[in-house]
DNA sequence: GTCTATACACCGATAGAC
DNA sequence: GTCTATCGGTGTATAGAC
């Protein structure tokens, strides 16, 4: 079939834009992002970028779903037959991992711009209140079955583990070139959950 | 002496122009913020700017640089009887306290843009480093008498610590509204040296 | 030194030819 | 649907009157 081709060809583009938005988010942040600069990173004139996207937020908010989508279906896909605390640490591990891969952190914390447009983006929302949910039953699970301290509230480990994902630490040690990358996102998750007394 | 009074009169303009900066940079960022949100601030034209501070690059490193200059005045004046972890403990809460106060978090990893440029800024670069030389030697300190983890870097610790002070949790928390402000910074300290685990 | 006015560059979004 | 060209708006920084 012809149109589902050219539709397929379209998708594409769509996701190479996409792909353009993820590195440069992570690279320049939402704000210093220009669309010229999406356009020159993919390829194409910066017209045509507005017939798949109708403006810069709906851009990032686009690829901010996709990966919010993308981490719903690493964590059920996770081993069934993991712990609570085990699969939010894999969760966790993989959120960095693909931040060293370059990847635009989850909590786009660092544009009060783009946070605001976000909030007000019905697909955006609903993806993230579903991850929500999900790691919430397991930070319950896990505080139920003690290997998660009881005492602290659960919202005050579900972001403490949310900011993890996004924490600027992951550059600082890389910078310093000492560990490689298994190194650094070990240390991430250990201080995360162990912390940092002896 | 007519001289010195107009200086002081300077001095403490160009005070509350950092003050004004300070806010701006806390409410939206480096990027966002510009120089007519700070004039509006400030109560004074643009222009006028220009005659305390280069450009806007050097209105934030002097913001920052004041700040940076009042922590190392608070780790001095800690009481000297306090063990190496508290003096730590006592400087992030101090950190964590100021910024919900309405302080910019030390560690401007919200712009790429604001690190490049403080990063060619000597006066910045030499007061972080003192900063960081003094915080180097207490987590050293207290390794080496067994209560922060012996196993982990130095420099582990001492960057998880600076992110701390930065963590957007902070928000996440105060944004709930259901813990006030101590337990908030409490919660954040406990988690960062104790971790979440049972 | 402080103000108003403006130069100059850049960005998001659109128009119109093909 | 993709391109080039451009509009309208905004931001940093400066010029010039007072």
Same mark, same amino acid.
């Given at each position: 079939m012809r149109l589902s081709f050219k539709k397929q060809q379209f998708e594409a583009r769509a996701d190479a834009i996409l792909d353009a938005v993820n590195l440069l988010l992570a690279k320049k942040g939402f704000d210093l *992002?220009? *669309?010229?600069?999406?356009? !020159?990173?993919?390829?194409?004139?910066?017209? +045509?970028?507005?017939?798949?996207?109708a403006s810069k937020e709906s851009l990032a908010a686009a690829a901010l779903c996709r990966m919010t989508r993308e981490t719903i279906e690493i964590l059920a896909g996770l081993a069934s037959d993991l712990t609570p605390l085990e699969k939010l640490k894999a969760t966790l591990?993989? #959120?960095?991992?693909?931040?060293? =891969?370059?990847?635009?952190?989850h909590l786009p914390s660092t544009s009060v711009a783009l946070q605001r447009s976000? *909030?007000?983006?019905? +697909?955006?929302?609903?993806?993230? *209140?579903?991850?929500?949910?999900?790691?919430?039953?397991? $930070?319950? #699970?896990? =505080?139920?079955?003690? +290997?998660?301290?009881? +005492?602290?509230?659960?919202?005050?480990?579900?972001?403490?583990?949310? !900011?993890?994902?996004?924490?600027?630490?992951?550059?600082?040690?890389?910078?310093?070139?000492?560990?490689?990358?298994? =190194?650094?996102? #070990?240390?991430? $998750?250990?201080?995360c959950f162990e912390g940092l007394n002896g």
């Amino acid at each position: 079939m012809r149109l589902s081709f050219k539709k397929q060809q379209f998708e594409a583009r769509a996701d190479a834009i996409l792909d353009a938005v993820n590195l440069l988010l992570a690279k320049k942040g939402f704000d210093l *992002m220009t *669309m010229d600069d999406v356009a !020159a990173e993919v390829g194409i004139a910066k017209g +045509s970028l507005y017939k798949h996207f109708a403006s810069k937020e709906s851009l990032a908010a686009a690829a901010l779903c996709r990966m919010t989508r993308e981490t719903i279906e690493i964590l059920a896909g996770l081993a069934s037959d993991l712990t609570p605390l085990e699969k939010l640490k894999a969760t966790l591990r993989w #959120a960095l991992e693909r931040r060293l =891969q370059g990847a635009v952190p989850h909590l786009p914390s660092t544009s009060v711009a783009l946070q605001r447009s976000l *909030m007000l983006n019905i +697909s955006y929302v609903r993806l993230i *209140m579903k991850l929500n949910a999900e790691l919430k039953l397991l $930070v319950i #699970a896990a =505080q139920n079955e003690g +290997s998660l301290d009881r +005492s602290l509230p659960h919202e005050v480990i579900l972001y403490t583990i949310y !900011a993890r994902s996004c924490d600027p630490t992951l550059e600082f040690l890389r910078t310093t070139g000492r560990y490689n990358d298994e =190194q650094t996102v #070990a240390y991430l $998750v250990r201080t995360c959950f162990e912390g940092l007394n002896g």
